[in-house]
């Protein structure tokens, strides 16, 4: 029996660290703390790696309702190195501006990396309901909805440090099970250490899941006007509806460079051209 669970420890600390580069490698930066600006929910300004720019610098510009200011320096930013505040303070900007699709993109850019921000979302919702498309989702089973909603309750980071915390209280249990002399603590650890273990398991594998999404982005939104979806990857083709201007989309084919086959949330599918989405 110790040699057993002496096998699953030695497992679950190759899951943790394998968690842990999940988290580490290619992650992207985010933002923790939060001050109001306006009526928007603004993170807090913290000096960026730019040599004449500073998220600082974009923050005032947006209290002076100098947006355009506010949207160049965050863009400049942005090439610096993605981070959600700067997306979500460079979507309140364009939304000030009346530019839907691009403040819904960056909600999205932003939610992406912070997926449980309620501020992120709330705002992002604004935005869509001042869209003209309204698609109705196909529904998924509600086990579905329930697992996909638990993931995005947090970030890649934060799983990996809940596997963590998990782990440690793990070896804990195991601690109790094997040294304690009272049936009663060994049991206690035993039952713990089950629990425990699969939320290390469920953590790590949550964690995955985020950076796979993060860095498999198929997701777009419509930044033209209007665009119409076409059977075909050609102008000749036939054509299926028309999106317009913020309508996210998932890209089903993403082979051509011209063209891009896409999925809306309903199962409807067509081509657009590549020139009229930006990926999220």
Not at 184 to 207: H, R
Request: some cysteine.
């Amino acid at each position: 029996m110790k040699k057993i669970i002496s096998l699953t420890l030695s497992f679950l600390m190759v899951l943790v660290v394998w968690g842990q580069d999940v988290a580490t490698e290619d992650t992207l930066a985010v933002a923790k703390d939060s001050v109001s600006i306006g009526s928007h929910t603004e993170f807090a300004a913290t000096k960026l790696s730019d040599d004449n720019v500073t998220k600082a610098q974009g923050d005032s510009a947006y209290m002076r309702n100098d947006y355009a200011s506010a949207i160049q320096i965050y863009e400049s930013l942005l090439t610096k190195g993605e981070a959600a505040e700067i997306y979500y303070n460079l979507g309140n900007s364009y939304y000030k501006t009346d530019d839907i699709a691009k403040a819904i993109l960056n909600y999205e850019r932003a939610l992406l990396l912070q997926p449980g921000n309620a501020d992120v979302r709330a705002n992002l919702e604004i935005a869509r309901s001042k869209t003209i498309d309204k698609v109705v989702s196909v529904p998924d089973i509600f086990f579905v909805t329930w697992t996909k909603s638990l993931i995005n309750c947090l970030s890649v980071d934060a799983w990996a440090k809940l596997g963590v915390a998990f782990f440690i209280l793990l070896l804990v249990s195991f601690s109790l099970f094997f040294f304690s002399k009272q049936i009663v603590w060994k049991k206690s650890g035993f039952i713990a250490g089950i629990v425990f273990l699969i939320f290390v398991v469920l953590s790590n594998v949550f964690a995955s899941e985020q950076k796979t999404e993060l860095m498999n982005r198929n997701n777009a939104i419509i930044l033209s006007p209007s665009v119409t979806v076409r059977s075909t990857p050609s102008e000749s083709g036939t054509s299926l509806f028309v999106l317009h201007e913020g309508h996210k989309i998932e890209i089903k084919d993403n082979s051509m460079r011209e063209w891009k086959e896409i999925r809306l949330e309903d199962g409807k599918v067509g081509w657009v051209p590549a020139s009229a989405i930006e990926v999220i």
